[in-house]
């Protein structure tokens, strides 16, 4: 159409965005992403991958969208009753969830959020929530901002309300959403399950995306074939966003491809120590980085402009600023894989122990996560249900799809990692003490 655009993208080749899309993807809200990156100091290791979030959010954006094009294209029972027009309207509120679902990263993305303010400085209207769905007391996090930035495009005229709403309560379940998505109640569970789920378009991208981009080939999975097989199924409260028996091996692609970049690429043994650096440039006054005022602190803040405060405090010979510009990676003295080493625990309290009266600066990073949140019981367990269609006799049979995967039924343990390091100043002082421990 021509109102349409064209965007070039590594990933997915051609993102096509509408006018009314296109104020959005110009706001400034949006524009700041490509300022935060996507993978904060992995590019310590990495150097190709310096991508950005507003990338990745064009990206999930085209994949949400594509891929309820190809539901609706299925003719599924649970969309007979909704109306061309239902279907468009809801088209464009999940690829709009989709663009907008990053829009709260503050800088060096996750790394920051333990500096996000209270929840009560990015509160919106009470009308917005549910009954009994406001929240009060804590801490905000990227989410939060996120809502609080839709709420703004609202404010200033570049989304309309219910439109804004609806986007929001994809989103989250605390948002009320209008009465014209309300009345779609069957078909909200699948936007939500494009944008934030087991199979979602934020996952989807992200692992082809920072593979692409680090260099390495551990997120690469057989997208095509898993949105071939992506079926609109009956489920025990209404429809689900499922598989064909035939894309299990497909959905195990992905997920050993998340398995392997969170081994190989986001826990890495090296940007865990420069994000405490951080934290210790931060803590003790080296720079600022404050989001008390929540969006306006927010809006103004890039990874280049803590990078510029960062150069500032290394020029006074300030050391934690120092290490991170200077690029001097900590000197890693212990890692365990917590839950299969658990022998080394002990070997690991000594080693702190010995470390610390031998002189060193001793810290400990933990990074953890999930291979999959699929469980065999489903919510029963606190894990989620994917269902799985097979046919028999052209019958169709609709079950857990972890009883036709070997690897969901055998392999659901975390990623439970922990990285004990000193400075590399230290690191011929800790040396030796790991050598008078290994001979004790």
């Known amino acids: ?49 310096v991508h950005d979030r507003f990338q990745h959010s064009l990206g999930v954006m085209h994949l949400a969208g594509e891929r309820f094009n190809h539901l609706c294209a299925a003719k599924p029972a649970a969309f007979a009753s909704f109306s061309a027009a239902d279907l468009s309207y809801a088209y464009h509120v999940v690829r709009y969830a989709g663009l907008l679902h990053d829009s709260g990263h503050p800088p060096f993305s996750h790394t920051s959020e333990v500096y996000m303010p209270s929840i009560a400085t990015v509160l919106l209207p009470d009308d917005w929530y549910r009954h009994q769905l406001r929240p009060t007391a804590r801490q905000a996090t990227h989410e939060d901002f996120s809502l609080a930035l839709i709420h703004n495009l609202l404010r200033d005229g570049t989304l309309e309300e219910a439109l804004a709403r609806d986007i929001a309560a994809v989103l989250s379940r605390n948002i009320r959403r209008s009465a014209r998505l309300e009345g779609m109640g069957s078909l909200v569970g699948i936007l939500r399950a494009l944008v934030s789920g087991e199979l979602d378009a ?16 551990y997120g690469i999975y057989d997208l095509p074939r898993l949105i071939a097989t992506e079926k609109v199924l009956a489920g025990p409260q209404g429809p689900e966003l499922g598989l064909d028996a035939h894309g299990v091996h497909a ?17 890495h043994k090296t940007p865990p120590a420069f994000e ?3 934290e210790r440039a931060i803590a003790e006054g080296e720079i600022e980085l404050s989001l008390a005022r929540g969006l306006t602190d927010l809006v103004e803040m890039r990874d280049d402009t803590i990078y510029a405060r960062l150069h500032e405090a290394r020029a006074k010979g300030l050391p934690w600023s120092r290490r991170i510009v ?18 080394e625990n002990f070997l690991a309290q000594e080693l702190v122990e ?5 002189g060193c ?8 996560q999930r291979f ?16 799985c269609e097979r046919r028999v006799l052209g019958r169709p049979i609709i079950d857990s799809v972890t009883v036709h995967s070997e690897l969901l039924a055998s392999f659901n343990r975390p990623i439970d990692l922990r990285h004990t390091y000193v400075l590399r100043q230290d690191a011929e002082v800790a040396r030796q003490v790991m050598e008078r421990l290994q001979a004790w």
């Open 1 to 49: 159409m021509a109102d349409d655009y064209e965007i070039r993208d590594p990933i997915h080749r051609t993102i096509i965005i509408t006018e009314a899309e296109r104020r959005v993807v110009d706001h400034p809200t949006l524009q700041r992403l490509r300022h935060i990156r996507q993978l904060g100091f992995v590019s310590m290791v990495y150097p190709g991958a």
């Open 202 to 217: 934020d996952r989807c991208d992200y692992l082809l995306r920072d593979s692409h981009f680090s260099g390495v080939t």
């Open 361 to 368: 600066h001793v810290f400990v990073r933990h990074s953890r």
């Open 276 to 278: 405490y650096y951080l």
């Open 372 to 387: 999959t949140n699929l469980s065999a019981a489903g919510t029963l367990d606190g894990g989620e249900r994917l269902l």
């Open 326 to 343: 200077e690029r001097e990676p900590a000197k890693l003295v212990l890692r365990q894989r917590l839950g299969i080493e658990e022998q």
């Open 354 to 358: 010995g470390l610390k009266k031998a």
């Open 251 to 267: 959905l195990e692609g992905l997920l050993l491809a998340r398995y392997h970049m969170f081994l190989q690429v986001y826990f």
